[in-house]
């Protein structure tokens, strides 16, 4: 486990990062319901934001404006109380954006291989990122330039072999475990 916690941070939110399809959503809300939190996504925030799907954002406006939009959502997070915050595939690539949910949510990445990436997210057509002939071949690349980013996570949960309430029950666990570790 990485550096969870040090004498500046408060662990007020729980924020779960990684690739497409690796589950956040789902698990996110499952989580949020057993801690009795808030779930946030930033996706539906940066919609309500922009007024627009993220599709139509990166084809109207392109990735840069997202990523700006997305930015100033993770800002405004900081605010949060009690909240699961599910992210964007592409969010911490930013490292203030990792930096910024570092300073009041532990950070899960939850990873996937890119084949159960694939298989999760090969029959949706929401996904601007995968509108590509060798939507594998882009998981896998995506991923790659993604990984070092991922890895700054205070922790790492494989989704491929488990359930949601499995991955659920990991997630709740590393985080009461990083709470203890702050308690005085």
């Known amino acids: 486990m990485n550096d969870i916690v040090n004498e500046t941070r408060a662990i007020r939110n729980l924020a779960l990062v990684g690739f497409m399809g690796t589950g956040k959503s789902a698990v996110g809300r499952q ?4 801690l009795g939190f808030t779930f946030v996504d930033t996706d539906e ?9 993220i599709s139509d954002l990166f084809v109207e406006d392109g990735e ?3 990523r700006k939009i997305e ?3 993770v800002a405004e997070l900081a ?11 592409g969010l911490i690539v930013n490292s203030d954006n990792l930096a910024s949910l570092k300073m009041h ?11 159960t990436i694939f298989e999760r997210t090969r029959h949706t057509s929401h996904r601007p990122l995968l509108q590509t002939p060798d939507p594998l071949a ?15 996570a205070d922790v790492l ?12 029950q990991q997630v709740l666990h590393q985080f009461h475990e990083a709470r203890r570790a702050l308690a005085p």
Do not use: M, N
């Open 31 to 34: 989580v949020a319901g057993e």
């Open 45 to 53: 925030l940066i919609e309500a934001y922009a007024g627009k799907r």
């Open 64 to 66: 840069p404006a997202f």
């Open 71 to 73: 930015s100033d959502v």
């Open 79 to 89: 605010q949060r109380r009690d909240a699961v915050i599910s992210t964007g595939g």
């Open 105 to 115: 949510a532990f950070v899960v990445c939850l990873w996937a291989s890119p084949e």
């Open 138 to 152: 882009r998981i896998r690349e995506l991923l790659a330039a993604r990984e070092s980013a991922y890895r700054q």
């Open 157 to 168: 949960v494989s989704t491929d072999f488990r359930s949601i309430r499995e991955t659920a």
